[in-house]
């Protein structure tokens, strides 16, 4: 089912996980000649292949799905404005991934930042953990796509998260700047499977069953580079919710880091974004001023 959602940062709209891949796809061959999209690449990936196969009750019915969303129009071009969305949400320069964990569910966006305007794509599953790691074992057909300026990246980020205080508050909330980011000046990305490793032999006892059995875990991975390369500017970060927010980070040197968990204030998941983002910006800046000596 179809649904326009009011938002005063976002743009927002519910639509079916089949009708969204559509629309890629519409998009993508109307843009196929631009230099940020591989077509070619594109043609031959399994969800192009996979709407080549549909039969033709099911492309008139999401056609209508798209038609009623208005992103395509009566005679089935695409306008503009989801033209530009499309392929912001391909080739951005910035690309900002967030998954979000609390017991049995996830949630998952992804962002595409590009010359002040912003996408969000957003979906949730059902997962569970076994011995063999985590399974999916069910995926909502509907995703979320909003539209904003990306000054509202966080009001975009947000939206997934679970309505824990800790987690919705906004970067004001944090105390200080960027100065007590890192233990050693140093910040790496950080993995549930590095943190089961080290969690009963190096943690801090008193934050141990944090780790083991959090009420939400939030990653955060946010890229860059510049048009037509691939991304060269990378961060990563995790934390965990338990009865406090505490972020994941490494200590040490290279021959022996390990992960400690530090507490945080509410509000540390979004000014952790809004560094993250200064520092991809800074990166594509640089980028474009070393190319312009050349």
């Given at each position: 089912?179809?649904?326009?959602?009011?938002?005063?940062?976002?743009?927002?709209?519910?639509?079916?996980?089949?009708?969204?891949?559509?629309?890629?796809?519409?998009?993508?061959?109307?843009?196929?000649?631009?230099?940020?999209?591989?077509?070619?690449?594109?043609?031959?990936?399994?969800?192009?292949?996979?709407?080549?196969?549909?039969?033709?009750?099911?492309?008139r019915r999401l056609d209508a799905e798209l038609r009623e969303a208005g992103i395509v129009g009566?005679?089935?071009?695409?306008?503009?404005?989801?033209?530009?969305?499309?392929?912001?949400?391909?080739?951005?320069?910035?690309?900002?991934?967030?998954?979000?964990?609390?017991?049995?569910?996830?949630?998952?966006?992804?962002?595409?930042?590009?010359?002040?305007?912003?996408?969000?794509?957003?979906?949730?599953?059902?997962?569970?953990?076994?011995?063999?790691?985590?399974?999916?074992?069910?995926?909502?057909?509907?995703?979320?796509?909003?539209?904003?300026?990306?000054?509202?990246?966080?009001?975009?980020?947000?939206?997934?998260?679970?309505?824990?205080?800790?987690?919705?508050?906004?970067?004001?909330?944090?105390?200080?700047?960027?100065?007590?980011?890192?233990?050693?000046?140093?910040?790496?990305?950080?993995?549930?499977?590095?943190?089961?490793?080290?969690?009963?032999?190096?943690?801090?006892?008193?934050?141990?069953?944090?780790?083991?059995?959090?009420?939400?875990?939030?990653?955060?991975?946010?890229?860059?580079?510049?048009?037509?390369?691939?991304p060269a500017f990378r961060a990563a970060d995790l934390w965990h919710l338990s009865e406090k927010?505490?972020?994941?980070?490494?200590?040490?040197?290279?021959?022996?880091?390990?992960?400690?968990?530090?507490?945080?204030?509410?509000?540390?998941?979004?000014?952790?974004?809004?560094?993250?983002?200064?520092?991809?910006?800074?990166?594509?800046?640089?980028?474009?001023?070393?190319?312009?000596?050349?």
């Open positions: 089912m179809l649904q326009s959602i009011g938002d005063p940062d976002l743009n927002i709209f519910e639509i079916s996980g089949l009708a969204w891949a559509v629309a890629v796809d519409r998009a993508l061959r109307a843009l196929a000649a631009e230099p940020e999209i591989d077509f070619a690449a594109y043609q031959q990936s399994s969800t192009a292949l996979a709407l080549g196969s549909l039969e033709p009750a099911d492309t009566p005679d089935g071009t695409m306008p503009e404005q989801w033209l530009l969305a499309v392929l912001i949400a391909v080739s951005a320069p910035i690309r900002v991934t967030v998954v979000a964990r609390t017991g049995e569910h996830s949630a998952h966006t992804h962002l595409g930042l590009a010359g002040g305007h912003g996408i969000a794509v957003s979906y949730r599953r059902r997962i569970r953990t076994t011995d063999a790691g985590t399974a999916v074992t069910g995926i909502q057909d509907v995703v979320e796509v909003a539209l904003f300026e990306e000054r509202h990246a966080w009001s975009a980020v947000r939206r997934i998260l679970p309505g824990f205080t800790e987690l919705q508050a906004g970067p004001g909330s944090a105390r200080g700047l960027d100065s007590d980011r890192g233990l050693d000046g140093a910040r790496t990305p950080v993995s549930p499977q590095q943190l089961q490793a080290v969690g009963s032999a190096e943690l801090q006892q008193d934050v141990k069953d944090a780790v083991l059995a959090p009420r939400c875990t939030v990653h955060l991975d946010v890229v860059a580079a510049p048009p037509g390369t691939a927010l505490y972020s994941v980070r490494t200590s040490g040197d290279d021959g022996g880091r390990s992960l400690v968990m530090v507490d945080v204030p509410p509000g540390d998941v979004a000014r952790e974004l809004f560094w993250r983002l200064l520092g991809a910006r800074e990166f594509l800046a640089g980028s474009a001023g070393q190319a312009a000596q050349r």
